[in-house]
């Protein structure tokens, strides 16, 4: 087992989208290393069933996050769509033996306790199920950008056998919490190297399709 301290050590190392998996690892260290970590931003710390997942973000990964997060809040406005956003905070239950941190996350609608949107920026595939620490968790909707596009699930919770493979999540062409959200030109405004020109085209483009 790999010891806090070493851990602690082996996280200031600067290596972009750096990856590190432990076997075996107590839900009292998890929570030993997330205190020790306190507020520091610059990692993601998962943890299931015993198993913890660090990882360092590149440039390229926390760009992408970022892009749908400020393009996703300029729908909210456009839209007058009540959100909270809850970001990269650590979501954990102990009784589960699940926690993770989003890259972005929000709720609809009113605040709660968990949140109803989870947004993964992929880079690398990773080692712990994403699916799974979500489903756990009871998020309801699960966003993933990877290869220039979006995987969107949504959480079945009434027939969880039927969706086994992928945790009781449904994979679904259009978010059903954001029905009117057009994800061609969200995932298109994404791609747009231009920060600026993306998020101009973006309310362009939900202005053109709530026009009444």
Not at 10 to 19: A, I, N, S, Y
Request: proline share 4%.
């Amino acid at each position: 087992m790999l010891l806090l301290e070493d851990l602690s050590q082996w996280l200031e190392l600067d290596d972009p989208e750096e990856r590190r998996v432990i076997a075996n690892v107590p839900w009292s260290q998890y929570e030993a290393l997330l205190t020790r970590m306190g507020d520091r931003l610059a990692y993601r710390i998962n943890y299931l069933d015993g198993v913890l997942e660090i990882v360092a973000p590149s440039r390229r990964h926390e760009s992408g996050k970022t892009s749908i997060g400020t393009l996703l809040e300029s729908y909210f406005l456009e839209t007058d769509t009540e959100y909270f956003p809850t970001g990269s905070t650590t979501f954990r239950n102990a009784d589960k033996r699940v926690g993770t941190e989003p890259d972005e996350s929000y709720c609809i609608g009113t605040d709660k306790a968990v949140p109803d949107l989870a947004i993964e920026v992929v880079v690398t595939s990773g080692n712990i199920n994403r699916l799974e620490r979500f489903q756990r968790l009871g998020v309801q909707e699960v966003w993933f950008w990877q290869n220039n596009g979006f995987l969107l699930y949504h959480l079945r919770t009434e027939n969880l056998e039927r969706w086994a493979q992928t945790f009781g999540y449904e994979a679904i062409d259009q978010s059903e919490l954001l029905p009117n959200l057009d994800m061609a030109l969200l995932s298109d405004c994404v791609q747009n190297p231009n920060s600026l020109a993306a998020a101009k085209a973006f309310r362009q483009g939900i202005r053109d399709r709530h026009r009444p």
